[in-house]
């Protein structure tokens, strides 16, 4: 009896799985039917899940006439940067507070993790006053330095620090080494499961950032792709293979990015839960 009420649990998850796969799967479809389209058909009354006639050149168009490419450049510069740089400062700021000793160390980490419960919408007229008065209104510098602080990477690399056994960092210690060497040759190797999950998920949340460069671009040459997204119109309205081809451009380096290392991603998620793979 049980086991056929395991078996009919089996079979309802698989089911689910594959309603939600399809659903999630659909509009990717159809974005990529739309943009293989001739414009004309987009707009057509007549519904078809595929195109009557096929053509790219809606891509043509878009990489050759447009900003896109200037978009899909701007928008690897600026995610490169922003996990470069997150990366860099929360190891440091995860190790520091994991493994030495200072005081504030915990109150300046408490602070540090109330950043959770501030919403970044709240401090866009700060942010973007700083920046004026910086000049770096529609330069990556500006695009790039306010988000290169995450709260939720310091904690997660805290956390794995934190369960490594100190005898590493003493012998290390005993022959001499500093703390950045320690950090960097020691803790560093020993982490690079997570660091990778981390800078992955990262580069993804930077490249889809559209809220920020909104708020601090106002230049065409200075948009990132979702930001740029918005501005696929002309005089004739808006062309939707086009837009949908711009858009897929778009998400192609995302989507590449994540099935070349998913693997590591899976283990640096299954490391920081203390799980095994």
Known sequence: MRRHAGLGWTVVAAATGIVLAALWVAPLLWALSTSLRPEYETISPVFHWLPRHWTLEAYGKVLGAGNVPRWLFNSALVALLVTVITMALSLMAAYAFSQMRFRGRDALFLLAMLAFLLPFEALLVPLFRMMNQLGLINTYAGIVLPQVVSPVVIYVFRQFFDAIPTDFREAAI???????????????????????????????????????????????????????????????????????????????????AYVLFQRRVTHGFLAATGLKG
């Open 174 to 256: 005993l022959d001499g080494a500093s703390p950045w060497r320690v950090l960097w040759s020691v803790y560093l190797p020993m982490s690079g499961n997570i660091v990778w999950a981390m800078a992955i998920v990262t580069f993804i949340a930077a490249w889809n950032n559209f809220l920020w460069p909104f708020i601090i671009v106002t230049s065409n040459d200075m948009m990132t792709i979702p930001l740029g997204l918005t501005q696929t119109y002309d005089a004739f309205g808006v062309r939707y293979a086009q837009l949908m081809a711009a858009a897929l451009l778009g998400a192609l380096p995302v989507a590449l």
